[in-house]
Structure formats: structure tokens, C-alpha cells
């Protein structure tokens, strides 16, 4: 932006949908000498608010991105999966559905094959996959490629495809990723993938996968949420989600009760208390009122936007990043930059979002001022000699479905 003096940023544009599917077709038809069966595809997703809860009974606020993952696929005879990658070059999978099972196949076909296996599949398929959600971004592209296998083996089947379809297949993906991919997960991915409808979140509630559709309207609001793709990877994230859940399953223990969002925000100062004579209490403390707090935050922001009333939930993502920041202490310098500089020049709100230690943040934003809060992030980045960070505009965006 000349107002600046930075580059202009670069924005991940998602390609049109029929022009994405046909690219998937030619390719599966240069692969295998035949045109496919058909072409489905999944989307990546940001969540609005509510991070880190849904490993602890919690409520969550996630939307299905424009960028999507593809895959065009044919059913097999036998139980043969044989799947490529236009993001895996070189690393072609085939192999039997019966060598399917925990660790196995390892690398990226897991989350192709674990869905066959998790969805209890009696016959294989051969697939090409070709994606435009970011890779490890936090974006969840894993759950775009399970997804997108799900829907296309349910579509194929003729399983149900309707929201209970919808819910069961999402909780193969889980299996598929958390059995055979061996990545922990904890179900919001997956559910956004498959459930999330054009025009609008879902409120996800993790203790039964119960979803309510919420519209949200940025444009109608004359807003836009700005997505920074930090391109920050910290290898320690694995063990601290791990930490993390621990630390929560322990309070939760101590303070007898099944998961943490059991806890009413009334009884927090109580709760608090309790947890003060224990050996880290101080730790558990700032824990437990994370995830108390930030399931309140979803609660409210779900009412303002039934309410229609968008521009408000602006306090209530700031507050998120700021008790992720300090309490849950899983952001990091990146996804900080991100925030500070996006809040500074001008947008409403911004938070980290996904598991943190690198991935995204999300910023609300006058529709006007994207290129402008882009542009600053960037300018940010570049003088801290940080890796240029990507940058994608969410509309709320359709689940899982077939393409041709
Ligand atoms: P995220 O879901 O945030 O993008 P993950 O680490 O959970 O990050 O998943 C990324 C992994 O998923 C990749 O390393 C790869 O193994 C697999 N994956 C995702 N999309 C594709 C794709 N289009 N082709 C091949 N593998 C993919
Ligand atoms: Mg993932």
C-alpha cells in the first residue's frame, strides 16, 4: 500500500470451484488414462473464537474458508487405494485397505486412507488430490483432504449426507487423523469441514457435536476477517498441546468435575481458590481460567451475532488472544507481531487462532482497510527479518460437497 511505503501483500486468492474440480479431472485423467467418477471437495476453516476448549467439553465458533482441497476418485473392485498429490510430488501412495491401521500408512496418505479404514470401507478407490488450503498454516488442510475423501466415499455409498451424516462422518476424520495420522485433534476441524454452511459459522458444542448455524454477515457489516498466515512453525507445538491438555485434565480432577466447561464463570473466583494449594496451582489457575473464560467469550459472541450485531464481537476476540497469550501461553512472537501490528493499524480486533506456536491470526477489519492492516503486518515482518507471512480474506464459505 503506497500509504506505507511497503509492497503490496500477498494475498492466497482460492481459485473458482468449477475451474478448481475440472484442474482435478484433467489430472486424475492424465494419471489413470480415464476420467473420474467424480469430484468432491472439503474447505479449510479459521475459527472466529473459542480456542483450546475443545478437548475440555468447551464451545467453539470456526467457519469454512473459500480455499479448498479437491479430489477427484473413482471406486475400486478390490481394496486398493491408490492416491497422488498435486502438493506431494513424488510420493504417490498405493497400497491394501487391510495394511490400514494405527501409524500406518505413514506421511501424508494417512489422511486419505484413514478415512476408508475409519469409515469401515470393504472396497479401495484411486484418487488425485489437489489442494488450496495452506499446508500446516493452522488452516486445517488435514481436515480439508480427510473431508473431502469423506464426503466423496459417503456420496459414492449413498450414506446419509445430511447434518447427522454430516456429524458421523466427521467423526471418522477424527479416527482417521488421530489412529492412523497419529496428530491429536479434537474434533472442530473436522466438524467446520463437513458442517459449516455459505454465509455463516457454526457453534460447535465439543461435549456431544451438537451444531447450531449462525449467520455472519461481514459484508453486510462492512467488515472483512483478514486471516495471517505467519509461516511460523515451532516444532515444540506437539508437546506443549499435550502439556497443555494435561495441565486441564488435572484441574479438572482436582476440582471434580468432568471437564472444565462444567465450571459456571460464577464459581471461577471459587474454583480459583481451590486450585491455589496445589503443587503448580498457579499454572492451573491461569489454565482453568483460559478455558472458562474463552467458553464464555463464544457464548457471548454467538448471542451478538444472532443479534446480527457483528462489529461487537471485536472486545470479545481481543480478550481471546490476550488470555491465550498470557494464560494459556501458547501463542508466540509471530503470532503476537500479527495481533499488535494488525490492532495498530486499524483493525477492530485480532487474535491468534488454531493450536498457536506459529499458524494464523485472524483480524476483523473495515472491508477497506484490508489491503492497508495486510500491508502493515507485512512491513512488521519484514523489520523483524521474519519469513513474509501470507495472507487470505475469509468469507464464511460452504462445507464438504460434490463437485462434479
Ligand atoms: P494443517 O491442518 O493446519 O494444515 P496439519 O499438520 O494438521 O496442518 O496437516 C498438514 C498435513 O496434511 C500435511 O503435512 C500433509 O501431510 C497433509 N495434507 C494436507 N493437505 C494435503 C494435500 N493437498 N496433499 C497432500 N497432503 C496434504
Ligand atoms: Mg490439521
Known amino acids: 500500500m503506497s500509504t506505507t511505503g511497503s509492497p503490496a501483500a500477498a494475498f492466497l486468492q482460492a481459485p473458482a470451484r468449477a475451474a478448481a474440480a475440472e484442474a482435478v479431472a484433467d489430472a486424475y485423467l492424465a494419471t489413470y488414462g480415464e476420467t473420474p467418477e467424480g469430484v468432491w471437495s472439503a474447505p479449510g476453516r479459521v475459527n472466529l473464537v473459542g480456542e483450546h476448549v475443545d478437548y475440555t467439553g468447551g464451545l467453539c465458533l470456526p467457519l469454512a474458508l473459500p480455499h479448498r482441497t479437491f479430489v477427484a476418485l473413482s471406486p475400486r ?228 451475532l444472532r443479534a446480527g450485531r457483528v462489529r461487537e464481537v471485536a472486545p470479545l476476540l481481543d480478550a481471546s488472544h490476550e488470555s491465550l497469550r498470557h494464560d494459556y501461553e501458547v501463542s508466540c512472537r509471530e503470532l503476537d507481531l500479527a495481533v499488535d501490528t494488525a490492532r495498530a493499524a486499524g483493525a477492530l480486533a485480532a487474535r491468534m487462532t488454531g493450536g498457536g506456536f506459529g499458524g494464523s491470526a485472524v483480524a476483523l477489519v473495515e472491508r477497506a482497510a484490508v489491503g492497508e492492516v495486510a500491508a502493515a503486518v507485512g512491513a512488521a515482518f519484514a523489520r523483524e527479518r521474519l519469513r513474509a507471512p501470507r495472507f487470505l480474506a475469509a468469507q464464511p464459505s460452504a462445507g464438504a460437497g460434490r463437485d462434479a
Open 77 to 304: 473392485h478390490d481394496d486398493v487405494v491408490r492416491v497422488r498429490s498435486a502438493q506431494e510430488a513424488g510420493a504417490d501412495w498405493e497400497g491394501s485397505l487391510a495394511d490400514v491401521g494405527p501409524g500406518s500408512p505413514a506421511g501424508w496418505a494417512a489422511y486419505v486412507a484413514g478415512v476408508p479404514w475409519a469409515m469401515g470401507s470393504a472396497h479401495g478407490f484411486d484418487a488425485v488430490v489437489d489442494g488450496h488450503v495452506p499446508l500446516g498454516a493452522g488452516l486445517s488442510s488435514s481436515a480439508a483432504l480427510e473431508c473431502a475423501v469423506a464426503i466423496a466415499l459417503a456420496d459414492l455409498a449413498e450414506l446419509p449426507t445430511d447434518d447427522a451424516g454430516r456429524a458421523e462422518l466427521a467423526g471418522a476424520c477424527v479416527q482417521a487423523e488421530n489412529v492412523v495420522a497419529g496428530a491429536n485433534t479434537g474434533g472442530m476441524d473436522q466438524a467446520a469441514s463437513l458442517r459449516c454452511r455459505e454465509g455463516g459459522a457454526i457453534l460447535l458444542d465439543t461435549r456431544d457435536d451438537a451444531v447450531v448455524h449462525l449467520p455472519l454477515d461481514l459484508a453486510g457489516a462492512g467488515l472483512a476477517l483478514l486471516v495471517v498466515d505467519t509461516r511460523a512453525v515451532h516444532s515444540h507445538s506437539g508437546g506443549e498441546y499435550g502439556a497443555r491438555r494435561a495441565d486441564v485434565e488435572r484441574a479438572a480432577r482436582v476440582l471434580g468435575v468432568p471437564d472444565l466447561r462444567a465450571l459456571d464463570p460464577a464459581d471461577l473466583d471459587e474454583a480459583l481458590q481451590r486450585l491455589a494449594g496445589e503443587s503448580g496451582g498457579e499454572v492451573l489457575q491461569r489454565r482453568v481460567r483460559h478455558a472458562v473464560t474463552e467458553i464464555e467469550r463464544v457464548a457471548r459472541t454467538a448471542d451478538l
